[in-house]
């Protein structure tokens, strides 16, 4: 008895430590393809929200790692930043032209249409990409941009649209 006691304490001595608490968060995706279109450009597989920004991004241990009312298993679909709406022309010659033909890949649109907008409002630092700090506004896309024959970029779907973490868009409603 008095051997179930200690190991009884010692447990709960464990469980109640900081080491082995999850970290509150607002919404945890995981087990996708994070398109991040940060500088290098990086892949992840998961992303956690809280108070409507990024605070991390990384692989699928972030799902154990953080407690949120909300979590989503991407189920491999891809997740990148929104288009943003700064009034752009695109294939325009003017002042806010996307010039889509100097595109050498799917990656250089994503940034002219996802992060180059962001400096015509000065918001760099606030959106486009997703990362630590940054305004927690994406997609969720049936299918990976990166990886379909270029005919079949039109086609498309976005499943799924958050705004500061927010879903305001899903196709199933």
């Not at 002042?95 to 996802?114: G, N």
């Amino acid at each position: 008895m008095k051997r179930q006691s200690i190991a009884a304490a010692l447990a709960v001595l464990i469980l109640s430590c900081p080491g082995h608490a999850k970290e509150a968060a607002d919404l945890v995706l995981y087990h996708g393809k994070v398109l991040t279109v940060d500088e290098a450009f990086s892949i992840k597989s998961a992303l956690v929200v809280k108070d409507g920004k990024v605070l991390v991004v990384g692989d699928d241990t972030l799902a154990q790692k953080y407690e949120a009312p909300t979590r989503i298993d991407l189920q491999g679909r891809t997740l990148m930043p929104g288009f943003m709406d700064n009034h752009l022309h695109p294939m325009t010659r003017g002042k806010r032209a996307i010039d889509a033909e100097r595109a050498k890949s799917i990656t250089d649109i994503q940034s002219m249409y996802t992060y180059n907008p962001t400096f015509l409002t000065w918001d760099e630092h606030r959106k486009g990409t997703l990362e630590p700090g940054k305004f927690a506004d994406f997609i969720i896309l049936d299918s990976d941009p990166l990886t379909i024959p270029p005919e079949k970029l039109l086609t498309l779907k976005v499943l799924q649209t958050f705004i500061g973490g927010k879903k305001v868009y899903s196709a199933n409603n």
